[in-house]
């Protein structure tokens, strides 16, 4: 489901459990925040109860986890909370602890994610705003090995890849085609470790609160009787076994590429930590915390550079139209040479994205101007008003209604850039008012690749066709 406003929580939710790493219990409680709040935590077991925002610029430490600092107070393993608040499109909440450390559960989001749909979810009287990615920005850590990549795309896609030269998990990737399928593909996937990892972990006082509930520990050789019994004292267990080379105590997998699913869900989290929600593609070769968060940080520097990118439509012509032409001819009255719209892109109950080609063979360009064709403003504006008509006509019920829409008002129309033959119109539309007695008011902004070419204020009256005057 893509939402065009800001969403919360209906009410608070409350989750009890231990760190994975601190072995300490913790009671985090999180809770409905206003638009434009984002995440924040909040140590409600310290003076003052300071708040620690979710953002990159505060990240601590990436040792098996995402740690956060700010007002002399941290918060660790943050990364399945904020994925799970992504993943299900919660864009503002406070998050309150009594301890250091989120309660890492069974090693997933999924205990997140169901409180999160037990509660629900409410809109808010708020924008949401995109930041659409327009270039490739990669990063890349030779040491080890990890090569990430942002593409331009019009929803949150992202892809993961991972390969420990281990014959029990061989090469695996895992692939997530927009939030929608995030609760079922990514939440329930566990964190993971090898079995060599385990006592480098457990020496250097982490992994307390670790037990084989809640990590999947993959075994790349045969035990000894005495390492098992070793590892039974570690975890508390009467007694553990591998049958074989492949998972401790035979853990059953939830997917057979489980760990990449985690990893994926895992740069959900940090990349929240980014502060906007980005429309783009991610790619990831061999991602962990530490390149997770230096990738964020890359990704935060293109966007304070490039602000005015900010809810930018991304126009993909190999992806297929919601409306077409001939729809689009149906339901509004204009035709050649005076149908500006060619195909509509996006669409909801109150934003539309349009597309206009501009070429030379239009009759404007004979006389404006000769040797120098531009394309002329007040047809830019005729383009988005007709863009517009396509929403609100849409919202109507469609060609067999037979209304029309006629300008009553233009205000703040200001033109930026030059728009000529060869160039795209990307034209959106936004209603800034309910419809109320046949009168839409909307925000018009139109696009050349990323640079905004137009912008206006435009209402407009809707009018039953067979009551107009002709």
């Known amino acids: 489901m893509q939402y065009t406003n800001q969403h919360t929580l209906k009410s608070e939710f409350v989750i009890d459990g231990v760190g994975l790493h601190s072995g300490i219990r913790s009671v985090m409680t999180v809770k409905p925040a206003a638009a434009g709040h984002g995440y924040k935590f909040q140590r409600t ?31 660790a393993t943050v990364e ?87 014959n ?26 090898f079995l060599h990892e385990i006592e480098y972990l457990h020496n250097n006082n982490l992994i307390k609160g670790g037990d084989l509930d809640n990590a999947i520990v993959v075994v790349d050789r045969i035990l000894k009787e005495e390492e098992l019994q070793k590892l039974a004292t570690m975890f508390n267990k009467p007694n553990i076994e591998v049958k074989q080379e492949g998972i401790l105590n035979n853990l059953k997998l939830h997917y057979s590429n489980e760990p990449a699913r985690h990893k994926l869900l895992d740069i959900i989290g940090d990349l929240a930590l980014i502060g906007y929600p980005i429309k783009a593609n991610v790619i990831a070769y061999r991602p962990g915390h530490k390149t997770n968060v230096a ?24 992806e297929p139209p919601i409306y077409d032409v001939n729809y689009i001819s ?29 070429t030379f063979n239009e009759p404007m360009f004979t006389g404006h101007f000769p040797d120098n064709p531009i394309f002329p403003g007040v047809l830019q504006l005729e383009a988005l008003a007709q863009t517009g008509g396509v929403l609100v006509l849409n919202n109507q019920g ?32 936004e209603l800034t008012h309910p419809i109320r007695r046949g009168i839409c008011e909307m925000k018009g902004t139109a696009y050349v690749g990323n640079k905004l070419v137009c912008e206006a204020d435009l209402m407009a009256q809707i009018v039953p066709r067979e009551k107009r005057e002709d």
């Not at 009553?408 to 990307?426: E, S, Y």
């Open 168 to 193: 029990v998990l061989g090469t695996q990737h895992a692939y997530l085609k927009g939030l929608k399928s995030f609760k079922k593909e990514i939440a329930p996937c566990r964190t993971f470790c």
């Open 45 to 75: 077991d310290l003076p003052n109860e300071p708040i620690i925002k979710a953002d990159v610029d505060f990240v601590v430490d990436t040792a098996r986890g995402t740690t956060l600092e700010q007002n002399g107070a941290r918060v």
């Open 330 to 358: 149906k339901l509004l009255p204009h035709r050649y040479p005076f149908l500006l719209v060619d195909k509509i892109i996006e669409l909801s109950d109150n934003h539309i994205v349009g597309i206009k080609n501009v």
């Open 80 to 166: 399945h909370i904020l994925a799970a608040l992504v993943g299900m499109e919660v864009d503002n909440a406070l998050i309150q602890l009594t301890a250091e450390e989120i309660p890492i559960m069974d090693g997933s989001a999924i205990a997140f994610v169901n409180a999160i749909e037990r509660v629900g979810i409410v809109e808010q009287d708020a924008k949401k705003i995109y930041f659409s990615i327009d270039t490739n920005i990669a990063f890349t850590d030779d040491e080890k090995n990890v090569e990430m990549v942002v593409t331009p795309s019009p929803e949150y896609k992202v892809t993961t890849m991972i390969d420990f030269n281990s």
């Open 398 to 429: 469609g060609p067999e209604k037979k209304f029309d829409t006629y300008f009553l008002k233009i205000d703040n129309a200001r033109f930026k850039q030059k728009v000529v033959p060869g160039d795209t119109l990307i034209m959106k539309m």
């Open 295 to 318: 990738f964020a940080k890359k990704i935060k520097e293109y966007i304070k550079r490039n602000k005015s990118m900010l809810d930018v439509p991304v126009y993909n012509p190999n």
